[in-house]
Nanobody, 121 residues
Framework: QLQLVESGGGLVQPGGSLRLSCVAS????????IGWFRQAPGKERDWVSC????????NYADSVKGRFTISRDNAKNTVYLEMNSTKPEDTAVYYC??????????????WGQGIQVTVSS
């Protein structure tokens, strides 16, 4: 059973940077696409980014394109989300999720517990 744990969240000032990690256990990540989603209070869970199992294909929501970078290190069973030029509207609980293919719909088979990211001065 694949288990995912996010880390690296916290408080960052606007314009600052943060790197989220999604570490897998119980199975190898080699065959899974990993998506990042976020959910702000009172809002739906929104897709942020996704990386295919090979790492060769990445996609980003328009709201984060050019600021966020997704990457993976299969040897470490870890996927990263590098967040740069952060904005207050990036504040949310961030979730990583795994499935066999990337999708913008939050119906992945496996989910992490989520981690809070707050962008504020």
């Amino acid at each position: 059973q694949l288990q995912l744990v996010e880390s690296g969240g916290g408080l960052v000032q606007p314009g600052g940077s943060l790197r989220l990690s999604c570490v897998a256990s119980g199975s190898t990540l080699d065959y899974y696409a990993i998506g990042w989603f976020r959910q702000a209070p009172g809002k739906e869970r929104d897709w942020v980014s996704c990386i295919e199992s090979s790492g060769g294909s990445t996609n980003y929501a328009d709201s984060v394109k050019g600021r966020f970078t997704i990457s993976r290190d299969n040897a470490k069973n870890t996927v990263y989300l590098e967040m740069n030029s952060t904005k207050p509207e990036d504040t949310a609980v961030y979730y990583c999720a795994a499935d066999y293919y990337c999708s913008v719909i939050p119906k992945y088979d496996y989910w992490g517990q989520g981690i809070q990211v707050t962008v504020s001065s």
